[in-house]
């Protein structure tokens, strides 16, 4: 992205994050649940709303879509999921759309649901509900082996990439990871930067892609020391990746 473009957290609900884009006169948001806070934001910076990215069709992330092109008649960006609406050009793994002139690549992630994409400029990811700060999300459209590969192909991009996701639920997570990676000393200093910001409630993220691979487990299905530590909990059926990524998923949910 070019310095130019400023990146921003609107807070939404109780922990979620819609991310505005904008040059100071033209705007663009990601997964708008809501219109209000949106609306609120671009007259508070006096900004034209060109266009609407939307990850995935759950309503947290979908459902200021309607009130926002009443109000601006801005594009909408989507899956190919009809269910999601109004949609004006819905895209798949491959797309390229221009945000604001930057070219934006569509990544299809599937597994927390199935029609779940993420777009990727340079060297920013917007990816919604699949990878958060420290964790991922539910897997609850898709299977344990969909939501690995798909987190695999985000761990493959380049490691400075900043991850723009959609909650505030990075605390949580690493209390989960610090359970299920005990020994990581990167993890554990990571903890304590992130809890001095959220005591003075500054956002966790966007973070960056290389800290996530040194220490969110559910990107590190292939290091010892987590493989060793879910057998060690009795929550491991075999060290096949895939068995890893699903002992972690589950015992998560419970967690
Ligand atoms: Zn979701």
Redesign the pocket.
Known sequence: MTAALKIEPIPAFSDNYIWLLHDDTNAVVVDPGDAQVVLAALSKRNLSLQSILIT?H?FD?VGGIAALTEATHCEVWGPTNPKITPVTHRVKEGDTLQVLGEPMHVLEVPG??LDHIAYLGEGVLFC??TLFAGGC?RVFEGTHPMMRSSLAKLRGLDPETKVYCAHEYTIANLQFALAADPHNATLAERMQLCSSLRERNIPTVPSLLADEIATNPFLRWDAPSVVENLAAASRLKSPQSDDVFAGLRQWKDTF
Do not use: I, Q
Request: glycine letters at 24%.
């Open positions: 995935h759950h992330h927390h649901t919604g509900d999300g």
